[in-house]
Antibody, heavy 122, light 108 residues
């Protein structure tokens, strides 16, 4: 059974750096074809894809926030870490991590964490 | 970047109705299109991947079609639990997996 859970601060101040951890079980991020992604959702708004990291350490970032994001993995701990620098109130959102799988040109997020709400305020 | 546009943004329907939601990509994405359902306060749930493949456990009243730039999600007979927000997502460009803006399906 695949599960994912996000953890991190509920409140950060403007200009601070946010660090979120996705701890997962039921799969290995060293298995070919597997990735973990981060998606956020501001209150009342649409899903916003941020980044994902593959089993082979390939990383992809949203162009809109690329300069502020870093995604890393710790395979031994079954964790994926997202850092976002220079936080702003517009970054207030629920942050989700999700398991990405696929092949034959079909890739999709089939399991999601419950999400963690991060508020940015002084 | 590939932009995804859903229509309508909101939709009112009744239990038992057949509804269709459309998603259009700004460039061809072959069949690399996924659909998700999100209920209030919950994480998104995968419904369909690869434009038309039903995820395991998803009721057969959900179906997807399309290729290239135009895609549809159809619910053949709405059930009370289907009233939620639906999102399409392209997975053609590994550089950026964009979502549509969502379609909120409400009870009439």
């Amino acid at each position: 059974q695949i599960t994912l859970k996000e953890s991190g601060p509920a409140l950060v101040k403007p200009t601070q750096t946010l660090t979120l951890t996705c701890t997962f079980s039921g799969f290995s991020l060293s298995t070919s074809g597997v990735a973990v992604g981060w998606i956020r959702q501001p209150p009342g708004k649409a899903l916003d894809w941020l980044a994902h990291i593959y089993w082979n350490d390939d990383r992809y970032y949203s162009q809109s926030v690329k300069s502020r994001l870093t995604i890393t993995k710790d395979t031994s701990k079954n964790q994926v870490i997202l850092t976002m620098t220079n936080m702003d109130p517009v970054d207030t959102a629920t942050y989700y991590c999700a398991h990405l799988v696929g092949g034959n040109n079909k890739y999709y997020y089939d399991y999601w964490g419950q999400g963690t709400l991060v508020s940015v305020s002084s | 970047d590939i932009q995804m546009t859903q229509s309508p943004s909101s939709l009112s329907a009744s239990v038992g109705d057949r509804v269709t939601i459309t998603c259009r990509a700004s460039q061809s994405i072959s069949r690399q299109l996924n659909w998700y359902l999100q209920r209030p306060g919950k994480a998104p749930k995968l419904l369909i991947y690869g434009a038309s493949t039903l995820q395991s456990g998803v009721p057969s009243r959900f179906s997807g079609s399309g290729s290239g730039t135009d895609f549809t999600l159809t619910i053949s007979s709405l059930q009370p639990e289907d009233f939620a927000t639906y999102y399409c997502q392209q997975s053609y460009s590994s550089l950026m997996y964009t979502f549509g803006q969502g379609t909120k399906l409400e009870i009439k």
